[in-house]
Every structure is written in structure tokens, then in C-alpha cells.
């Protein structure tokens, strides 16, 4: 197992297009985790998932983002009708679920132009 | 919001120990305490977790007050590869803005 792997690593869209990510957890880690981080800031977290439920969703989250995780295994988050505002690392993690530490992926660094 | 306070910078110099310190003083009696750190454009990185006892492992030490309310990493011999962002961070896995930590030549 290569670890916690993020698709794409970089993507450029214009205003007002949807994108979406993906995410592939560590094999059989039953919790997955994706957050935002701008410039200079901590990881921002949007959502996690216990297997398929989404048991979290940050309320700072708009309704532009979704995220699922069919099957309990990868992950994908899209956004509609993205804003300059989105431009953003959007990182991924996996766990176990227990008090176990989580592995981060590289993450997808998105700018709108 | 995150359970967890730290300090915005701090500096050590190269081959000295580096201590970070980290407050949670709402965190429950059963939440452990995560330390990661963030190499610029990488994803955060595992560092060590404890819930009561000081906690070892190859890479640091954490110290873990009685009362649970604060805790600090240590760095027993920072390199300059060790400079990073550091997070300290409870179950909840909520991030603050971590500690930017400066290792010195």
C-alpha cells in the first residue's frame, strides 16, 4: 500500500465550472477526512466519513460542496459553480476508526481563475 | 473551532532540543492528544499521540501535564529538516494554525 493518493495534484478551472477530486485511503481504514488549507492557515476541516455514512459536514461548508464515498472505500469531493474563493490545497486523510493517527494524502491544489 | 491553542512561531537552534507547547484545556477526560507537523506543500504528517502518560517514539516525546490541560512536543536533537508547521490536535481532528517552528544553524 503507497499510502493515501489524491487525484488530480493540480487543477486550474475557470469561474463558475465544476471540478471534483479524488481521494483513495489506505486500504481498510474506515475513516476518511477532507479538509481545505489556504496560505499560512491550518488544515480546515469539511466532512468525514465513517466507511460510507457521512457522519460530519462543516457548517462553513456551502452547499456547492458535496462529497461521497460509495462502498466505504474511495472518496471524491466536488464543487459547483466554483469561486475565486475556492482556490485552495484540498487535502484527504484516512484512519482507523479509534484513537489512531491519521495519514494524509498530498493533496489537489486548485486555482480559479 | 479547534480544542487546541499553540504559540504562532517559535525558533531552536540546530542540535538543541525544541519544546512545543500546546493548550487544551476543554478537551475530555477520554480524548487523546495528537501532534502532526506540515513540511511546506506536503500533507500534514503523524507525529506521536498520547491520553495521560508521556508518550516516546523515534521521532519525539510528548509530555502530558497531570491535568490533562497542556501538553508539549520535544524535539530531543532538532535538525534543520525538522522546521515545519506543528499541530497539535484532539479526536475531533480540528486543526488551529499550528506552531511554525524554525530550526537555526
Redesign the interface.
Known sequence: DTG?SQDPRHKITKRGQNVTFRCDPISEHNRL?W?RQTL??????LT?FQNEAQLEKSRLLSDRFSAERPKGSFSTLEIQRTEQGDSAMY?C?SSFEG?T???????TRLTVV | D?KTTQPTSMDCAEGRAANLPCNHSTISGNE?V?WYRQIHS?????II?G?KNNETNEMASLIITEDRKSSTLILPHATLRDTA?Y?CIA?D??????TRLTVKP
Do not use: I, K, N, S
Open positions: 493515501v477526512y479538509y499560512g492557515q491550518g488544515p480546515e476541516f468525514y487535502l486523510a484513537f493517527e491519521a495519514f494524509f494524502g498530498q493533496g | 479547534a487523546y495528537y506536503q500533507g500534514p504528517q503523524y499521540h491520553l508547521v499541530y479526536d481532528m480540528r486543526f488551529g494554525a499550528g
